[in-house]
Every structure is written in C-alpha cells, then in structure tokens.
Antibody
Framework: QVQLQESGPGLVKPSETLSLTCAVS?????????WGWIRQPPGKGLEWIGS???????YYNPSLKSRVTISVDTSKNQFSLKLSSVTAADTAVYYC???????????WGQGTLVTVSS | EIVLTQSPGTLSLSPGERATLSCRAS???????LAWYQQKPGQAPRLLIY???SRATGIPDRFSGSGSGTDFTLTISRLEPEDFAVYYC?????????FGQGTKLEIK
C-alpha cells in the first residue's frame, strides 16, 4: 500500500520560494503513475498545481505555471515542489498525491500547512 | 479550462434521508474523467467515485454516481452520520485537472 508524506517549512516569507518534498513508501516511483501536488487554502476548495511522471515529464496548472517547478528523485523515491515569488494567497494545505494520467487521484498524503507571512 | 460548478453550496439533511449533489461542467466532460471525493475536517480528500459511476475500493454501495456530458450527480441513498462532510467533483481535460468548489453536507 503506497504511502505519501509531505515535508518542508511551515512558514515562508513573501516573495521567497516555497519548497516541499513528498516521500513515497510502499511503491517505487519508477514503476509508473503520475505524482502530483494539490493545494487547499484555509476554508476553501482544492486546486491542482501540477504533476510529474518518473521520466520527468511534467504538467502544470496554467494559472501557476510561471512559478512552479516539480521534480522527481527516483533514487530517493521522492518528488518535490517549488513555488516561487509566493504571496499570502499561496497560504494553503499542500497535498502530494498519486494518480494515473487523466484519471482520478486515488492516493493522497496527509497534507502540510504552509503559511506565507513575514 | 473547464469550470465545474457544484450545487447546492450547502445541503442540510437528516440521517436516513437521501442526498443528491450536482456537478455541472462549463463544457462537455468525458465520463471517464469525472470523479467525486469526500473530505472531512482535517483530513485529505478520499476518492468515492471515478469514471462518473464506478465506486472506489471500500466505498459503501449507498454512494452512487451518474451523469454524462455536462451534468453529473452524486447520490447518497440513506445518509449515515459519518457521511456529513464536504464533497468535491473533479475532472480532467486538456491536460488540466479542475475541481468544483464543493458542497457541504450538514446535519439538519
């Protein structure tokens, strides 16, 4: 059974870069599936940020594309999110997830709250 | 980008009643690409329905999904106390995933 665990700073200053990592256990990233990031501002709905395949192919939400980089490290069985030039609007719970491309998100991490504040 | 609009925003019902949640898309969505999730406070979303009408593993049969094109429905036949939560629909199209804004199902 796959497990996903997010990690990273819980507080980021405005204009800086948010960096999170998702450690995957119980499944090898190299075996397939897409690995994605989804966020949820406090009290609001869900927003897909982007996804990556183990080969490195990426798909990003057009609304965030200019600020987002998702990368994968198959040797450590983990993938990462970088979101640059953050503002208070980027304050959210960030979830990492596994899904087949074009399909439902079947596996989620527990989520990690990132607050953007000086 | 396809926009999903869920209605109602809040649904107040009692245990044992039937719940009908709607998800309308701004343009046609392939049924293969429509899913429903349940989210409880402080938890990650849980997949309920995929392919518009297929239940995910372990989901009780009181949950059912239907619809096609631009109109999709999640039905909970007889509400149990643990069903009161927020429900989201989600679609994939043109290399982008989008979610509806959610329907909160609350105890009346």
């Amino acid at each position: 059974q796959v497990q996903l665990q997010e990690s990273g700073p819980g507080l980021v200053k405005p204009s800086e870069t948010l960096s999170l990592t998702c450690a995957v256990s119980g499944y090898s990233i190299s075996s397939g599936y897409y690995w994605g990031w989804i966020r949820q501002p406090p009290g609001k709905g869900l927003e897909w940020i982007g996804s990556i395949y183990h080969s490195g192919s990426t798909y990003y939400n057009p609304s965030l594309k200019s600020r987002v980089t998702i990368s994968v490290d198959t040797s450590k069985n983990q993938f990462s999110l970088k979101l640059s030039s953050v503002t208070a609007a980027d304050t959210a719970v960030y979830y990492c997830a596994r899904h087949a491309w074009g399909k439902q998100v079947g596996d989620w991490g527990q989520g990690t709250l990132v607050t953007v504040s000086s | 980008e396809i926009v999903l609009t869920q209605s109602p925003g809040t649904l107040s019902l009692s245990p044992g009643e039937r719940a009908t949640l709607s998800c309308r898309a701004s343009q046609s969505v392939s049924s293969s690409y429509l899913a429903w999730y349940q989210q409880k406070p402080g938890q990650a979303p849980r997949l309920l329905i995929y392919g518009a009408s297929s239940r995910a593993t372990g989901i009780p049969d009181r949950f059912s999904g239907s619809g096609s094109g631009t109109d999709f429905t999640l039905t909970i036949s007889r509400l149990e106390p643990e069903d009161f939560a927020v429900y989201y629909c989600q679609q994939y199209g043109s290399s982008v995933y989008t979610f509806g804004q959610g329907t909160k199902l609350e105890i009346k």
